[in-house]
Protein backbone atom coordinates (compact mmCIF):
# COMPACT_ATOMS: atom_id res chain seq x y z
CA UNK A 1 0.00 0.00 0.00
CA UNK A 2 1.16 3.40 -0.72
CA UNK A 3 2.27 5.71 2.33
CA UNK A 4 0.44 9.05 0.65
CA UNK A 5 -2.44 9.96 2.14
CA UNK A 6 -5.57 10.78 -0.07
CA UNK A 7 -6.70 12.96 2.55
CA UNK A 8 -6.06 14.70 6.44
CA UNK A 9 -9.35 16.11 8.59
CA UNK A 10 -7.08 17.77 10.92
CA UNK A 11 -8.60 18.97 14.48
CA UNK A 12 -12.11 18.68 13.39
CA UNK A 13 -15.11 19.95 15.72
CA UNK A 14 -18.39 20.63 15.30
CA UNK A 15 -21.93 21.30 17.31
CA UNK A 16 -25.43 20.75 17.09
CA UNK A 17 -27.55 22.68 19.35
CA UNK A 18 -26.70 20.91 22.94
CA UNK A 19 -24.61 18.22 21.32
CA UNK A 20 -20.75 18.50 20.94
CA UNK A 21 -20.65 16.04 17.92
CA UNK A 22 -17.33 16.12 16.73
CA UNK A 23 -14.21 17.15 19.40
CA UNK A 24 -10.73 17.80 17.66
CA UNK A 25 -11.04 15.05 15.58
CA UNK A 26 -7.96 14.01 13.53
CA UNK A 27 -8.90 11.29 10.66
CA UNK A 28 -6.38 10.89 7.67
CA UNK A 29 -7.08 8.12 5.14
CA UNK A 30 -4.31 6.63 2.83
CA UNK A 31 -4.56 6.12 -0.99
CA UNK A 32 -5.80 2.48 -1.90
CA UNK A 33 -6.80 2.14 1.61
CA UNK A 34 -9.94 0.60 3.00
CA UNK A 35 -10.33 2.10 5.70
CA UNK A 36 -13.37 1.40 8.53
CA UNK A 37 -14.49 4.05 10.77
CA UNK A 38 -16.31 2.60 14.20
CA UNK A 39 -18.37 3.46 16.86
CA UNK A 40 -21.46 3.34 18.60
CA UNK A 41 -24.65 5.15 17.79
CA UNK A 42 -24.43 8.69 17.56
CA UNK A 43 -20.27 8.77 18.11
CA UNK A 44 -20.11 11.05 15.27
CA UNK A 45 -19.38 8.56 12.31
CA UNK A 46 -21.94 10.22 9.91
CA UNK A 47 -21.30 13.62 10.90
CA UNK A 48 -17.51 13.40 9.96
CA UNK A 49 -18.42 11.98 6.40
CA UNK A 50 -21.01 14.22 5.63
CA UNK A 51 -18.44 16.63 6.61
CA UNK A 52 -16.23 15.08 3.83
CA UNK A 53 -18.96 15.45 1.73
CA UNK A 54 -20.24 18.50 1.75
CA UNK A 55 -23.20 18.23 3.39
CA UNK A 56 -21.99 19.99 6.85
CA UNK A 57 -19.53 22.75 7.65
CA UNK A 58 -16.90 21.99 10.41
CA UNK A 59 -17.36 24.61 13.29
CA UNK A 60 -13.32 24.40 13.14
CA UNK A 61 -10.26 22.35 11.72
CA UNK A 62 -8.87 21.73 8.46
CA UNK A 63 -9.25 19.46 5.44
CA UNK A 64 -5.83 18.67 3.36
CA UNK A 65 -7.07 16.79 -0.09
CA UNK A 66 -4.61 15.60 -2.38
CA UNK A 67 -1.90 17.68 -0.35
CA UNK A 68 -3.85 21.13 -0.42
CA UNK A 69 -6.00 22.34 1.97
CA UNK A 70 -9.57 23.20 0.45
CA UNK A 71 -12.90 23.71 2.21
CA UNK A 72 -15.37 21.32 0.86
CA UNK A 73 -18.75 23.61 0.64
CA UNK A 74 -21.40 21.47 -1.27
CA UNK A 75 -21.87 18.00 -2.31
CA UNK A 76 -21.79 19.14 -5.90
CA UNK A 77 -18.16 20.25 -5.11
CA UNK A 78 -17.06 16.97 -3.36
CA UNK A 79 -17.89 15.03 -6.59
CA UNK A 80 -16.34 16.99 -8.77
CA UNK A 81 -12.99 16.34 -6.38
CA UNK A 82 -13.56 13.03 -6.75
CA UNK A 83 -15.43 11.71 -3.54
CA UNK A 84 -18.55 9.99 -3.75
CA UNK A 85 -20.82 9.13 -0.86
CA UNK A 86 -23.16 6.42 -0.06
CA UNK A 87 -25.60 8.19 2.77
CA UNK A 88 -27.14 6.01 5.77
CA UNK A 89 -30.21 7.11 5.04
CA UNK A 90 -31.34 6.43 1.69
CA UNK A 91 -31.75 9.11 -0.44
CA UNK A 92 -33.70 8.05 -3.88
CA UNK A 93 -36.45 10.06 -5.21
CA UNK A 94 -39.38 7.65 -4.91
CA UNK A 95 -41.10 8.54 -7.88
CA UNK A 96 -38.17 7.94 -10.41
CA UNK A 97 -36.94 4.86 -11.92
CA UNK A 98 -34.15 2.69 -10.74
CA UNK A 99 -32.20 3.64 -13.71
CA UNK A 100 -32.85 8.10 -13.08
CA UNK A 101 -31.97 7.46 -9.98
CA UNK A 102 -28.84 6.15 -10.87
CA UNK A 103 -28.05 9.27 -13.40
CA UNK A 104 -29.96 11.65 -11.73
CA UNK A 105 -27.36 15.08 -11.51
CA UNK A 106 -25.24 13.12 -14.11
CA UNK A 107 -27.43 11.87 -17.38
CA UNK A 108 -26.41 10.78 -20.39
CA UNK A 109 -28.03 13.27 -22.60
CA UNK A 110 -27.82 12.29 -26.25
CA UNK A 111 -25.03 14.81 -27.79
CA UNK A 112 -26.23 18.61 -29.18
CA UNK A 113 -29.91 18.27 -28.33
CA UNK A 114 -29.59 17.73 -24.75
CA UNK A 115 -32.40 14.49 -24.75
CA UNK A 116 -31.60 12.29 -21.87
CA UNK A 117 -30.56 8.86 -22.93
CA UNK A 118 -33.06 6.37 -21.40
CA UNK A 119 -31.83 3.44 -23.18
CA UNK A 120 -28.35 4.11 -22.62
CA UNK A 121 -29.16 4.94 -18.87
CA UNK A 122 -31.16 1.71 -18.64
CA UNK A 123 -28.69 -0.69 -20.41
CA UNK A 124 -25.84 0.90 -18.04
CA UNK A 125 -28.07 0.14 -14.88
CA UNK A 126 -28.43 -3.22 -15.88
CA UNK A 127 -25.37 -3.75 -16.32
CA UNK A 128 -24.34 -2.36 -12.67
CA UNK A 129 -26.54 -4.35 -11.21
CA UNK A 130 -25.49 -7.57 -13.10
CA UNK A 131 -22.31 -7.13 -13.33
CA UNK A 132 -21.41 -5.88 -10.01
CA UNK A 133 -23.90 -6.92 -7.52
CA UNK A 134 -25.33 -9.98 -8.99
CA UNK A 135 -28.58 -8.60 -8.69
CA UNK A 136 -31.38 -8.54 -11.05
CA UNK A 137 -33.10 -5.18 -10.27
CA UNK A 138 -35.42 -3.81 -13.18
CA UNK A 139 -33.81 -0.41 -13.91
CA UNK A 140 -37.02 0.33 -15.05
CA UNK A 141 -39.43 0.07 -12.39
CA UNK A 142 -40.26 3.05 -10.22
CA UNK A 143 -38.26 3.09 -6.98
CA UNK A 144 -41.08 2.99 -4.26
CA UNK A 145 -41.34 -0.43 -5.38
CA UNK A 146 -38.30 -1.37 -4.35
CA UNK A 147 -37.59 -3.11 -0.76
CA UNK A 148 -34.72 -1.29 1.54
CA UNK A 149 -32.34 -3.57 0.28
CA UNK A 150 -32.75 -3.28 -3.08
CA UNK A 151 -32.40 0.39 -2.86
CA UNK A 152 -29.53 -0.08 -0.94
CA UNK A 153 -28.51 -1.58 -3.92
CA UNK A 154 -29.45 1.49 -6.45
CA UNK A 155 -27.50 4.02 -3.84
CA UNK A 156 -24.28 1.40 -4.17
CA UNK A 157 -24.65 1.37 -8.18
CA UNK A 158 -25.05 4.96 -8.30
CA UNK A 159 -22.03 5.59 -5.95
CA UNK A 160 -20.44 3.39 -8.12
CA UNK A 161 -21.44 5.11 -11.28
CA UNK A 162 -18.93 8.31 -10.86
CA UNK A 163 -15.26 8.07 -11.67
CA UNK A 164 -14.13 8.73 -8.07
CA UNK A 165 -10.95 8.76 -5.98
CA UNK A 166 -12.51 8.43 -2.67
CA UNK A 167 -15.95 6.66 -1.88
CA UNK A 168 -17.45 6.84 1.18
CA UNK A 169 -19.98 3.82 2.66
CA UNK A 170 -21.99 5.00 5.54
CA UNK A 171 -22.91 1.50 6.51
CA UNK A 172 -23.73 0.16 2.76
CA UNK A 173 -24.21 -3.59 4.45
CA UNK A 174 -27.71 -2.65 6.49
CA UNK A 175 -29.65 -4.67 4.99
CA UNK A 176 -28.02 -6.64 2.24
CA UNK A 177 -27.42 -10.46 3.41
CA UNK A 178 -24.32 -12.56 3.24
CA UNK A 179 -24.57 -13.35 -0.41
CA UNK A 180 -24.82 -9.36 -1.28
CA UNK A 181 -22.56 -8.09 0.96
CA UNK A 182 -19.96 -10.85 0.05
CA UNK A 183 -20.57 -9.57 -3.72
CA UNK A 184 -19.54 -5.84 -2.24
CA UNK A 185 -16.40 -6.89 -0.71
CA UNK A 186 -15.30 -8.23 -4.26
CA UNK A 187 -16.60 -4.73 -5.48
CA UNK A 188 -14.38 -2.83 -2.86
CA UNK A 189 -11.32 -4.53 -3.00
CA UNK A 190 -11.07 -4.53 -7.09
CA UNK A 191 -11.64 -0.71 -6.18
CA UNK A 192 -8.73 -0.89 -3.73
CA UNK A 193 -6.73 -2.38 -6.37
CA UNK A 194 -7.24 0.60 -8.83
CA UNK A 195 -5.88 2.74 -6.27
CA UNK A 196 -9.23 3.73 -4.93
CA UNK A 197 -9.51 4.57 -1.37
CA UNK A 198 -12.85 3.84 0.73
CA UNK A 199 -13.90 4.31 3.72
CA UNK A 200 -16.19 1.91 4.76
CA UNK A 201 -18.61 2.50 8.20
CA UNK A 202 -20.28 -0.30 9.84
CA UNK A 203 -21.94 -2.15 13.13
CA UNK A 204 -21.24 -5.51 11.69
CA UNK A 205 -18.09 -5.74 13.20
CA UNK A 206 -17.32 -9.10 11.50
CA UNK A 207 -17.00 -7.33 8.12
CA UNK A 208 -14.57 -4.61 9.39
CA UNK A 209 -11.65 -7.33 10.00
CA UNK A 210 -12.97 -9.39 6.62
CA UNK A 211 -12.35 -6.16 4.91
CA UNK A 212 -10.77 -2.94 6.10
CA UNK A 213 -6.63 -2.16 6.48
CA UNK A 214 -7.22 0.34 9.04
CA UNK A 215 -10.19 1.24 11.56
CA UNK A 216 -10.54 4.84 13.53
CA UNK A 217 -12.71 4.47 16.43
CA UNK A 218 -14.88 7.02 17.64
CA UNK A 219 -16.27 7.63 21.11
CA UNK A 220 -18.80 10.38 22.22
CA UNK A 221 -17.62 12.70 19.50
CA UNK A 222 -13.80 11.77 20.08
CA UNK A 223 -10.90 10.01 18.68
CA UNK A 224 -10.27 6.72 20.68
CA UNK A 225 -7.73 5.90 17.80
CA UNK A 226 -6.56 4.43 14.38
CA UNK A 227 -4.81 1.32 14.06
CA UNK A 228 -3.90 -1.39 11.56
CA UNK A 229 -6.50 -3.87 11.24
CA UNK A 230 -3.92 -6.85 12.22
CA UNK A 231 -3.53 -4.94 15.92
CA UNK A 232 -6.44 -5.10 16.62
CA UNK A 233 -8.99 -7.47 17.52
CA UNK A 234 -13.10 -8.10 18.56
CA UNK A 235 -13.09 -7.26 21.65
CA UNK A 236 -10.64 -4.37 21.83
CA UNK A 237 -12.79 -2.78 19.52
CA UNK A 238 -15.99 -3.05 21.16
CA UNK A 239 -13.73 -2.27 24.74
CA UNK A 240 -12.37 0.90 22.64
CA UNK A 241 -15.85 1.66 21.74
CA UNK A 242 -17.98 1.45 24.31
CA UNK A 243 -15.24 2.22 26.48
CA UNK A 244 -15.54 -0.61 29.08
CA UNK A 245 -15.59 -4.37 28.41
CA UNK A 246 -18.68 -6.16 27.43
CA UNK A 247 -18.82 -9.87 28.94
CA UNK A 248 -20.50 -11.25 26.31
CA UNK A 249 -20.47 -10.74 22.73
CA UNK A 250 -23.73 -11.39 22.45
CA UNK A 251 -26.85 -12.33 25.40
CA UNK A 252 -27.75 -15.54 25.65
CA UNK A 253 -30.26 -17.15 27.66
CA UNK A 254 -31.07 -20.47 28.06
CA UNK A 255 -34.88 -20.66 28.34
CA UNK A 256 -35.58 -24.56 29.20
CA UNK A 257 -36.91 -26.11 26.07
CA UNK A 258 -39.93 -27.27 28.97
CA UNK A 259 -40.95 -23.87 29.99
CA UNK A 260 -42.19 -23.78 26.48
CA UNK A 261 -45.69 -23.35 26.33
CA UNK A 262 -47.58 -25.69 23.80
CA UNK A 263 -50.43 -23.28 22.83
CA UNK A 264 -49.93 -21.86 18.89
CA UNK A 265 -50.54 -18.42 18.92
CA UNK A 266 -50.51 -18.36 15.10
CA UNK A 267 -50.81 -20.85 11.95
CA UNK A 268 -50.36 -19.80 8.79
CA UNK A 269 -51.55 -22.23 5.75
CA UNK A 270 -50.48 -22.15 2.23
CA UNK A 271 -50.44 -18.48 2.07
CA UNK A 272 -49.85 -17.22 -1.51
CA UNK A 273 -49.86 -13.81 -3.43
CA UNK A 274 -49.02 -14.37 -7.48
CA UNK A 275 -45.04 -12.88 -7.61
CA UNK A 276 -44.10 -12.62 -4.10
CA UNK A 277 -44.58 -15.21 -2.39
CA UNK A 278 -46.30 -19.17 -2.50
CA UNK A 279 -47.62 -21.89 -0.53
CA UNK A 280 -45.94 -20.41 2.78
CA UNK A 281 -47.24 -22.80 5.78
CA UNK A 282 -45.97 -22.45 9.17
CA UNK A 283 -46.61 -21.99 13.23
CA UNK A 284 -45.57 -19.78 15.90
CA UNK A 285 -46.27 -21.37 19.56
CA UNK A 286 -46.60 -19.01 22.68
CA UNK A 287 -42.74 -18.78 23.91
CA UNK A 288 -40.90 -19.22 20.60
CA UNK A 289 -38.91 -17.09 18.66
CA UNK A 290 -39.25 -18.39 15.17
CA UNK A 291 -36.28 -16.37 12.77
CA UNK A 292 -37.01 -16.10 9.05
CA UNK A 293 -33.45 -15.88 6.60
CA UNK A 294 -33.17 -15.45 2.83
CA UNK A 295 -31.36 -13.13 0.41
CA UNK A 296 -32.84 -10.30 -0.35
CA UNK A 297 -36.33 -10.38 -2.79
CA UNK A 298 -36.71 -14.16 -1.12
CA UNK A 299 -40.03 -12.22 0.00
CA UNK A 300 -39.77 -12.03 3.46
CA UNK A 301 -40.78 -8.68 3.77
CA UNK A 302 -44.03 -8.74 1.95
CA UNK A 303 -45.24 -12.15 3.95
CA UNK A 304 -44.52 -10.11 6.78
CA UNK A 305 -46.66 -7.64 5.36
CA UNK A 306 -49.61 -10.09 4.47
CA UNK A 307 -49.49 -11.29 8.05
CA UNK A 308 -49.82 -7.87 9.30
CA UNK A 309 -52.15 -6.40 7.30
CA UNK A 310 -50.64 -4.47 5.31
CA UNK A 311 -50.85 -6.36 1.84
CA UNK A 312 -53.70 -8.03 0.56
CA UNK A 313 -52.96 -12.17 -0.24
CA UNK A 314 -54.55 -14.02 -2.86
CA UNK A 315 -54.83 -17.67 -1.15
CA UNK A 316 -54.67 -19.00 2.39
CA UNK A 317 -55.45 -18.70 5.77
CA UNK A 318 -54.09 -16.47 8.92
CA UNK A 319 -55.34 -18.14 12.46
CA UNK A 320 -54.66 -16.65 15.48
CA UNK A 321 -55.56 -18.73 18.65
CA UNK A 322 -57.63 -20.90 16.56
CA UNK A 323 -59.50 -18.05 14.90
CA UNK A 324 -59.09 -17.61 11.20
CA UNK A 325 -58.96 -13.74 10.77
CA UNK A 326 -59.04 -11.84 7.90
CA UNK A 327 -57.45 -8.61 8.06
CA UNK A 328 -58.04 -5.83 5.73
CA UNK A 329 -55.99 -3.14 7.65
CA UNK A 330 -52.96 -3.04 9.82
CA UNK A 331 -55.31 -2.20 12.87
CA UNK A 332 -57.08 -5.42 12.09
CA UNK A 333 -53.93 -7.13 12.41
CA UNK A 334 -53.05 -4.90 15.82
CA UNK A 335 -56.83 -5.39 17.19
CA UNK A 336 -55.92 -8.92 16.63
CA UNK A 337 -52.42 -8.98 18.80
CA UNK A 338 -50.07 -8.59 15.88
CA UNK A 339 -47.94 -5.84 15.35
CA UNK A 340 -45.24 -5.10 13.04
CA UNK A 341 -41.66 -3.07 13.34
CA UNK A 342 -41.11 -2.24 10.13
CA UNK A 343 -37.15 -2.43 8.26
CA UNK A 344 -38.34 0.97 6.95
CA UNK A 345 -37.81 3.29 10.14
CA UNK A 346 -37.78 6.81 8.40
CA UNK A 347 -41.29 5.99 5.70
CA UNK A 348 -43.22 3.44 7.79
CA UNK A 349 -42.61 3.78 11.74
CA UNK A 350 -41.34 7.14 12.97
CA UNK A 351 -42.98 10.46 12.98
CA UNK A 352 -39.48 11.96 11.57
CA UNK A 353 -40.50 15.88 13.07
CA UNK A 354 -42.26 14.57 16.25
CA UNK A 355 -39.95 14.03 19.32
CA UNK A 356 -38.56 10.26 21.42
CA UNK A 357 -41.41 10.71 23.23
CA UNK A 358 -44.54 11.40 21.05
CA UNK A 359 -42.92 8.44 18.81
CA UNK A 360 -42.67 6.08 21.61
CA UNK A 361 -45.72 6.93 23.18
CA UNK A 362 -47.66 7.05 20.29
CA UNK A 363 -48.91 3.61 19.59
CA UNK A 364 -49.36 2.74 23.74
CA UNK A 365 -51.54 5.65 24.52
CA UNK A 366 -54.63 4.06 25.87
CA UNK A 367 -52.08 2.54 28.68
CA UNK A 368 -51.04 5.89 30.02
CA UNK A 369 -53.91 7.83 29.79
CA UNK A 370 -57.70 7.81 30.55
CA UNK A 371 -60.53 10.26 29.66
CA UNK A 372 -58.39 12.20 26.56
CA UNK A 373 -55.70 12.49 29.43
CA UNK A 374 -52.13 11.12 29.39
CA UNK A 375 -50.31 10.54 32.89
CA UNK A 376 -47.29 12.86 31.70
CA UNK A 377 -45.39 10.73 35.03
CA UNK A 378 -46.41 7.43 33.56
CA UNK A 379 -45.52 8.44 29.82
CA UNK A 380 -42.20 9.62 31.46
CA UNK A 381 -41.47 6.56 33.57
CA UNK A 382 -42.19 4.09 30.90
CA UNK A 383 -40.14 6.13 28.05
CA UNK A 384 -37.18 6.73 30.25
CA UNK A 385 -36.90 2.96 31.18
CA UNK A 386 -36.66 1.95 27.38
CA UNK A 387 -34.36 5.39 26.77
CA UNK A 388 -31.44 3.12 29.06
CA UNK A 389 -32.24 0.19 28.59
CA UNK A 390 -31.09 0.89 24.62
CA UNK A 391 -29.15 3.64 25.34
CA UNK A 392 -30.65 5.77 23.15
CA UNK A 393 -28.90 8.98 22.81
CA UNK A 394 -29.51 12.09 23.43
CA UNK A 395 -31.36 10.26 26.25
CA UNK A 396 -33.96 13.65 25.85
CA UNK A 397 -37.20 12.98 25.61
CA UNK A 398 -38.10 15.99 23.44
CA UNK A 399 -35.45 15.33 21.06
CA UNK A 400 -36.91 15.26 17.22
CA UNK A 401 -36.18 12.04 15.87
CA UNK A 402 -35.04 13.84 12.72
CA UNK A 403 -32.03 15.09 14.28
CA UNK A 404 -30.71 11.76 16.01
CA UNK A 405 -28.23 9.45 14.10
CA UNK A 406 -29.27 6.45 12.46
CA UNK A 407 -28.90 4.10 14.89
CA UNK A 408 -30.77 5.66 17.52
CA UNK A 409 -33.57 6.27 15.30
CA UNK A 410 -33.80 2.64 15.09
CA UNK A 411 -33.83 2.45 18.54
CA UNK A 412 -37.01 4.63 19.17
CA UNK A 413 -38.70 2.54 16.09
CA UNK A 414 -38.31 -0.68 18.57
CA UNK A 415 -39.19 0.67 21.40
CA UNK A 416 -42.33 2.02 20.26
CA UNK A 417 -43.56 -1.73 19.80
CA UNK A 418 -41.52 -3.70 22.48
CA UNK A 419 -43.69 -1.17 25.09
CA UNK A 420 -47.17 -2.58 23.37
CA UNK A 421 -46.01 -6.02 24.46
CA UNK A 422 -48.14 -7.63 21.74
CA UNK A 423 -49.25 -11.67 21.92
CA UNK A 424 -47.00 -11.58 18.37
CA UNK A 425 -44.47 -9.49 17.34
CA UNK A 426 -42.44 -9.38 14.07
CA UNK A 427 -39.34 -7.77 13.77
CA UNK A 428 -38.17 -7.03 10.12
CA UNK A 429 -34.74 -6.49 10.84
CA UNK A 430 -34.91 -4.87 13.90
CA UNK A 431 -31.24 -4.04 14.36
CA UNK A 432 -30.32 -2.82 11.35
CA UNK A 433 -27.76 -0.24 12.07
CA UNK A 434 -27.53 -0.23 15.72
CA UNK A 435 -24.46 -0.65 17.55
CA UNK A 436 -23.14 -4.06 19.51
CA UNK A 437 -24.06 -2.90 22.80
CA UNK A 438 -27.89 -2.09 21.99
CA UNK A 439 -28.09 -5.36 20.09
CA UNK A 440 -27.43 -7.09 22.78
CA UNK A 441 -29.92 -5.42 25.05
CA UNK A 442 -32.75 -6.15 22.22
CA UNK A 443 -31.99 -9.75 22.35
CA UNK A 444 -32.48 -9.54 25.76
CA UNK A 445 -35.97 -7.95 25.36
CA UNK A 446 -37.08 -10.17 22.58
CA UNK A 447 -36.34 -13.16 24.80
CA UNK A 448 -37.88 -11.42 28.26
CA UNK A 449 -41.07 -11.38 25.89
CA UNK A 450 -40.82 -14.59 24.62
CA UNK A 451 -40.45 -15.86 28.41
CA UNK A 452 -43.48 -13.81 29.01
CA UNK A 453 -45.58 -16.23 26.38
CA UNK A 454 -45.14 -13.58 23.37
CA UNK A 455 -44.57 -14.98 20.00
CA UNK A 456 -42.10 -13.57 17.85
CA UNK A 457 -40.99 -13.47 14.16
CA UNK A 458 -37.66 -12.54 13.54
CA UNK A 459 -36.95 -11.54 10.41
CA UNK A 460 -33.28 -10.44 9.64
CA UNK A 461 -30.15 -10.82 7.00
CA UNK A 462 -27.56 -11.32 9.98
CA UNK A 463 -26.97 -15.15 10.22
CA UNK A 464 -25.76 -15.01 13.65
CA UNK A 465 -28.24 -13.00 15.28
CA UNK A 466 -30.96 -15.38 13.61
CA UNK A 467 -28.67 -18.33 14.81
CA UNK A 468 -28.48 -16.96 18.72
CA UNK A 469 -32.10 -15.71 19.04
CA UNK A 470 -34.26 -17.77 17.12
CA UNK A 471 -36.25 -21.67 18.53
CA UNK A 472 -36.55 -22.72 14.92
CA UNK A 473 -35.34 -21.13 11.72
CA UNK A 474 -37.27 -21.09 8.49
CA UNK A 475 -35.54 -20.23 5.10
CA UNK A 476 -37.46 -18.57 2.34
CA UNK A 477 -35.98 -18.43 -1.23
CA UNK A 478 -37.80 -17.10 -4.26
CA UNK A 479 -40.89 -16.74 -2.56
CA UNK A 480 -41.27 -20.22 -1.13
CA UNK A 481 -40.03 -21.58 1.90
CA UNK A 482 -36.95 -23.88 1.61
CA UNK A 483 -36.37 -25.16 4.44
CA UNK A 484 -36.79 -25.34 8.53
CA UNK A 485 -34.64 -26.28 11.52
CA UNK A 486 -34.63 -25.98 14.27
CA UNK A 487 -31.79 -24.04 16.28
CA UNK A 488 -29.85 -27.29 17.31
CA UNK A 489 -29.84 -28.61 13.74
CA UNK A 490 -28.71 -25.01 12.26
CA UNK A 491 -25.47 -24.19 10.85
CA UNK A 492 -24.61 -20.78 8.56
CA UNK A 493 -23.82 -22.53 5.98
CA UNK A 494 -26.78 -24.97 5.89
CA UNK A 495 -29.05 -21.94 6.09
CA UNK A 496 -27.35 -20.75 3.01
CA UNK A 497 -27.12 -23.48 1.04
CA UNK A 498 -31.13 -23.58 0.74
CA UNK A 499 -31.21 -19.21 0.07
CA UNK A 500 -29.03 -19.54 -2.34
N1 LIG B 1 -28.56 17.54 11.98
C1 LIG B 1 -28.36 17.34 13.30
N2 LIG B 1 -28.94 18.11 14.23
C2 LIG B 1 -28.73 17.92 15.55
N3 LIG B 1 -27.96 16.94 16.04
C3 LIG B 1 -27.36 16.12 15.17
C4 LIG B 1 -27.54 16.26 13.75
N4 LIG B 1 -26.83 15.29 13.12
C5 LIG B 1 -26.24 14.58 14.11
N5 LIG B 1 -26.56 15.07 15.33
C6 LIG B 1 -26.07 14.56 16.62
O1 LIG B 1 -24.67 14.38 16.52
C7 LIG B 1 -24.26 13.19 17.18
C8 LIG B 1 -23.49 12.30 16.22
O2 LIG B 1 -24.37 11.79 15.23
P1 LIG B 1 -23.89 10.90 14.00
O3 LIG B 1 -25.06 10.79 13.10
O4 LIG B 1 -22.64 11.45 13.45
O5 LIG B 1 -23.61 9.50 14.73
P2 LIG B 1 -23.15 8.10 14.07
O6 LIG B 1 -21.84 7.76 14.69
O7 LIG B 1 -23.23 8.17 12.61
O8 LIG B 1 -24.24 7.10 14.68
P3 LIG B 1 -25.04 5.85 14.00
O9 LIG B 1 -24.17 4.67 14.17
O10 LIG B 1 -26.27 5.72 14.85
O11 LIG B 1 -25.35 6.20 12.60
C9 LIG B 1 -25.53 12.55 17.73
O12 LIG B 1 -25.64 12.89 19.09
C10 LIG B 1 -26.63 13.18 16.93
O13 LIG B 1 -27.81 13.23 17.67
MG1 LIG C 1 -24.43 7.28 11.20
Redesign the pocket.
Known sequence: MNEEKIFIMKNIT?T????K??DNVTFEVKKGEIHALV??????????I?ILSGL?KPDAGQIIYKGKEIKINSPKQAKDLGISTIY?ELNLCPNLTVADNIFLGNEKSKTIFQYIDDDTQINKSREYFLNLLDSEIDPKIITSNLSIAQQQIVEIAKALSYKSELIIM??PTSSLSIHETEKLFEIINGLKNQGISVIY?S?RLEEIFKIADTATI?RD?KLIGTKAIEDLDYSTVVKMMVGREIENKYYKTNIQESSKKQEVLLEVKNLSKKGLFENISFTLNAGEIVGFSGLIGAGRTDLMKALSGQLKFDKGKIIIKGEEKIFNSPIDAIKSGIVITSEDRKNESLFMNFNVRENITISFLDKISKYGYIFSSKEKKFTNEFISRLNI??ANLE?PV?????????KVAIAKWLITEPDILIMDEPTR???VGAKAEIYKLIKILAEQGKGIIFVSSELPEILLVSDKILVMNKGKLAGEFLNKDATEEKILELAV
Do not use: R, W
Open positions: KFPGVALGENGAGKSTLKYQDEIHLGKPTITMSGGNQQGID
